[in-house]
Every structure is written in structure tokens, then in C-alpha cells.
């Protein structure tokens, strides 16, 4: 496997001359520096149309305004056609069911960037609100902020994954009409803003304080954790706030906050999370962050300064989705019946998404305790070249259907295998990055990874014995057919006899085929680790390598194991663990 592992510590890697671009101040004093800013992407909606069967969905055809007919094969949605071209230039959201397009935007989508420097090294973290960008539109915007002297290695741009942004990968669109998600005059807006909003940052950085902490949701309040796992909420699923869609259920509950406090005051808040943010539900047609922009408002407004949310490992699915919260109020407070007990509600919607950011953000003062000086800032990064061997995403590719193209991915020697069969179209050249900030180290990832890749598997019975998974919270789709069928029968198939392949999973339930790979988490160093998704890139879901189906895609069922059908290839994570393993030197 060809891995390319270039660490670097300082600005100036790349020359012997140490640059200040944007007059940061890269002063050797033991100060800690920050800057952050917000840029507004929009977007515009000036085309709707009319879902007269209220699926939420654009039942129509994207060349028929009118929409004549009496069918979906019949036009039968007409659509406001602004600009008078005769085509639907959509907002197509990313997330949920393709043919959803925007209607309004409730909150507008932002790039938000912390910029931080200490004895002379730097980092940008920026977040975007889309459900994930594309390497090569991520790679514009670091080349662009390298001509101005930013090494584009101290460059993380994560996605906050918000299942209401704007389509920015292509795969949400119209496939039945062959229509990309990406609407071009959106897109064109991304790599713009996250210059300027790097250069804002980078250029009003002052002294501050940092506080951090991290808490785990679980073991901070009962009612976010069903019953089985030791709570009082209701629903036997939830752990942490969190549903975890995919057997076993591993919840990263892991809420992680750096505070950073200047002259007058909170500058900002840096927030990391493992949770879809598809809170509001699959039938909106509004744009907005989620739940994200809920959390985001609550820290803001009871801290003040800007809030950055980097979201953590969001495989397997970790979800709000079908969740059941506790009540609270827009001002904080519990809603209690007239015992005084707690109530709850499953009810998916703006309501709902308000409650959950509600929640997070009065769990933010709970993480923060750590007020140590921070010795260091250190960026060490690994290119990770990650090879196409998903037929859907060939198709994709070959249909113009993404925000990218095949001229983007690498061939030959720089991608592992290339030329070994027909089954790959080429690598996408991306990368992890070890960030050490003070006694904090995140670990990114270019998508969504499954939990226990980073954290582990737990250390109970069932995750060795198939006939103990019966009855087990963390176990709900487990077939008893198949309790006797080793999962590598069912590798590459949907069934073997009477039992379904798509409803069991490794056995045991491993990380990894080689017992000696740690879990990520135990590679790094740091107080406190957390994972960081959808960075530079987005490949989809990262899935332990022993419990991968390379059977399903979006044209089978898919079972309990969707997130296969939505990842670049079956070897995402053997290649993601070997990465890490090296870059640790272990």
C-alpha cells in the first residue's frame, strides 16, 4: 500500500523562511492566539415548486415548468421558473431521499473559522455547513490560501453534515432525470467564503485563556439514556441523546468543548459532537445547520462569542433521529407533567432540534473545567489515498453526477492497486490530520466513521457470542438463523440458507482482523482525544473492515447494514487504521 506520511510542526514546512501570512502573530512567547469569524454563504431560493402530493419530494420533471401531465412519467409538478430558462435550478438538500428541494431557508448556511497560533505554529479550523464537500472543492480553497503563504496542511475543513444544506457532494439530486444535486451558483460561493473567512480570523487574532473539558452524556443526565443502558428515558435505544442505528450499538456520547476567553471576554467556543444532524426530519424543505444552529445560538448566547462545531464520529448511524427527548423549554427549563416527572417527545421538527441544541449547549459548562496553560500546538498530517471500488460511486462519477470529476482522483502508481482488476476508477487523495492543542488531540477522518473504530468495542459476552445478542439493548436486529453462520459466508451475499445476511454482523464483533491494531483512540496522545468527520473530504461511511457486506448497494436492500452502500470502498477502514498506526509510529 502506497503511504505518503509528511509530518509537519510549523508553519514554514515547506521552505526554510517562516511566513506570517495575514500578520498572524507566529511570535515565540508562550502566548496562546485566536481568531474566529463567520461568513454567510446564503443561499437564494428563487425557485419552488408545488408538491401537490405532499411527499416533500419533486414529483415533477426539471425541463417542465407547467407541469402538465397527471403523473410523475407526466410532469405533474410545475415548478417557479425565476429566471425563465425552462429548467429547475433547485436547491436540492443534502441528506434523506434524493428529490427533496429547498422551498425557503430557515437559517442561513455559514463557514465558521477558529484560527490558532502558539510559538510560532498554526492551525485554521474551519467548518462549513454542508452535508460533506468533496476533496477537490476543499482543495481549491487551500490552494487558494497557500498562494497568500497559509500552509495548506494547517488547513482542516470539516463539514457539520446537516441533512437540510444545500447538496454539495451531487449524490441528492434528481438521479431518475440524471440530475446532479450541486447547484452551481451555490457552490461557487464555498471555496470564496472559506478564504475570507480564514483570512478574517487569521488577520484579528488576540491573547486568550482556553478552558476545556470533555463529558460524556450518558453519565451527565439520566434522561438522555434509555432504561437498558441504565437511565430513566424511555426509549431502550437511546444512549447518551444518541440513537445508533447499526448493531451493536456503540454510541460515541462524547461531547467536547474548548473555551476561549479574551480581553473582553469569550472570543469563542469550539464544540465537538457525534450526531447526525438530521434532527428537524426527512420531509423539510428549509435550508438550515439542524440542530447545529441550536446548539450553536444557545452557547453564544449564554457565552458570548462565536461557536465552532466540528461534528465526531457519526457512523453506524449516530443519530437524533427517531429519538425521544426529554421536554425543554426555549429558555432552558425541564417541561414536567403535573407529578413532576420529566416528559419527553419523539416528535421530529424545528421544536425538536431546538430542545437537543438546547441540551448540548447546557452541557457545555459541564465539560468545561481544565483552565491548564496550553504547552503546544502541533499539526502532524498523512496523505491517504482511498480507492473507488463502489459501483455506485463509479456511476456517479461517469455521469457527472458529483462535485467532482474522474480527472480528480489519482491512477497509477499513486493509487494502491490501481491497474489489479477493473474494480477501481482511481483513489481520492486525502488525508488524517493529528491535532495536539494544549491537552487536547482531535483525529480527523475524510468521513463518517463508525465509533468503535476510534473508541473500541466493549469488553461483554455478546460481542463473542451470537446466542447471547437475543434480548441484548445493544443487539436488535440479530437473526437467530444465523446465529451458527460465520458472518465471512455472508460477505458478499444477501443470504446463506434460511438466515438474512443483512441482519447480522461479525462474530465476534471486531475492529479488525489483526489483533495487535488498537483502537484509534489508543494511538494518540493527549488528556483528551475526540475524532473529527468529514474533514477534507468526505468518502462516506468508514465500516470495521470484518463487518462489511460488499453485497448491498443503492439498488438492494440494505438491512442493517446501509452504511455500506454509501462507502467509497470495502476497504475504507483497513486502509484509514493503517494510516493511523503508521502516522503513530506504532
Known amino acids: 500500500m502506497l503511504l505518503l506520511l509528511l509530518a509537519c510542526t510549523s508553519p514554514g514546512a515547506t521552505g526554510p523562511k517562516q511566513v506570517a501570512p495575514f500578520d498572524m502573530p507566529l511570535r515565540k512567547d508562550g502566548v496562546l492566539y485566536a481568531g474566529v469569524s463567520t461568513v454567510e454563504l446564503g443561499p437564494e431560493v428563487p425557485e419552488t415548486f408545488s408538491d401537490l402530493n405532499g411527499d416533500g419530494l419533486f414529483d415533477g420533471c426539471v425541463n417542465e415548468p407547467l407541469g402538465l401531465g397527471s403523473g410523475r412519467a407526466d410532469c405533474a409538478e410545475p415548478f417557479l421558473d425565476a429566471n425563465g430558462n425552462g429548467y429547475f435550478d433547485a436547491i436540492w438538500l443534502g441528506g434523506f431521499e434524493t428529490r427533496r428541494a429547498a422551498m425557503a431557508v430557515h437559517d442561513p448556511m455559514t463557514v465558521r473559522v477558529l484560527v490558532l497560533a502558539l510559538n510560532g505554529t498554526y492551525v485554521a479550523l474551519v467548518a462549513v455547513d454542508s452535508v460533506g464537500l468533496l476533496e477537490s472543492r476543499v482543495r481549491q480553497a487551500r490552494e487558494m490560501l497557500a498562494e497568500d503563504g497559509f500552509d495548506r496542511n494547517h488547513i482542516v475543513v470539516s463539514s457539520t453534515h446537516s441533512h437540510a444544506a444545500p447538496d454539495t457532494v451531487g449524490m441528492w439530486g434528481d438521479q431518475d432525470q440524471l440530475v446532479s444535486g450541486i447547484n452551481p451558483t451555490y457552490a461557487d460561493t464555498i471555496v470564496p467564503g472559506i478564504y475570507d473567512a480564514v483570512s478574517l480570523a487569521a488577520g484579528d487574532m488576540q491573547p486568550v485563556n482556553p478552558t476545556v473539558g470533555m463529558v460524556q452524556l450518558a453519565d451527565l443526565d439520566p434522561t438522555f439514556t434509555g432504561v437498558a443502558f441504565g437511565g430513566t428515558n424511555p426509549d431502550d435505544w437511546m444512549y447518551g441523546t444518541i440513537m445508533d442505528l447499526r448493531d451493536p450499538i456503540i ?143 463509479q456511476l456517479a462519477f461517469r455521469l457527472g453526477l458529483l462535485d467532482s470529476t474522474a480527472a480528480d482522483l489519482l491512477t497509477g502508481a499513486d493509487c494502491p492497486n490501481f491497474g489489479v482488476g477493473d474494480n477501481i476508477a482511481g483513489c481520492v487523495p486525502l488525508g488524517i490530520w493529528e491535532l495536539r492543542l494544549g491537552p487536547v488531540t482531535l483525529a480527523t477522518f475524510p468521513g463518517e466513521l463508525v465509533p468503535e473504530l476510534f473508541w473500541g468495542v466493549p469488553d461483554e459476552p455478546a460481542m463473542a457470542d451470537a446466542s447471547l445478542r437475543h434480548g441484548d439493548p445493544r443487539w436488535h436486529e440479530q437473526d437467530p438463523d444465523c446465529d451458527d453462520i460465520p458472518f465471512e459466508q ?16 461479525a462474530l465476534p464483533y471486531r475492529i479488525s482482523d489483526d489483533p495487535d491494531l488498537l483502537p484509534i483512540r489508543d494511538l494518540l496522545p493527549g488528556q483528551y482525544v475526540a475524532p473529527v468527520g468529514i474533514v477534507n473530504g468526505y468518502c462516506g461511511y468508514i465500516v470495521p473492515g470484518p463487518d462489511f457486506n460488499r453485497w448491498v448497494s443503492p439498488l438492494t436492500d440494505l438491512g442493517d447494514h446501509y452504511e455500506e452502500s454509501n462507502s467509497c470502498t470495502s476497504d475504507f477502514a483497513p486502509l484509514v487504521q493503517e494510516a493511523w498506526r503508521k502516522l503513530a509510529g506504532k
Open 251 to 393: 454510541a460515541d456520547d462524547h461531547l467536547l468543548a474548548i473555551a476561549l476567553d479574551g480581553p473582553e471576554g469569550r472570543l469563542a467556543t469550539l464544540l465537538n459532537y457525534s450526531s447526525h444532524p438530521e434532527a428537524i426530519g426527512e420531509r423539510n424543505n428549509e435550508v438550515s445547520a439542524d440542530y447545529v444552529y441550536y446548539f450553536r445560538d444557545y452557547v453564544e448566547r449564554t457565552y458570548g462569542g462565536t461557536a465552532v462545531f466540528l461534528p465526531g464520529a457519526l457512523g453506524g448511524q449516530q443519530v437524533p433521529y427517531g429519538a425521544t427527548l426529554p421536554v425543554v423549554r426555549p429558555d432552558g427549563t425541564r417541561v414536567l407533567d403535573e407529578n413532576g416527572q420529566q416528559t419527553y417527545t419523539g416528535e421530529m421538527g424545528y421544536e425538536f432540534a431546538e430542545m437537543l441544541g438546547i441540551l448540548l449547549g447546557q452541557s457545555v459548562d459541564e465539560a468545561l473545567t481544565d483552565t491548564q496553560t496550553w504547552d503546544q500546538i502541533s499539526v502532524r498530517y498523512a496523505e491517504l489515498p482511498v480507492p473507488v471500488t463502489n459501483q455506485f460511486y
Open 490 to 505: 455472508c460477505r458478499d451475499t444477501n443470504e446463506v440458507g434460511d438466515c438474512d445476511c443483512l441482519s447480522i454482523h
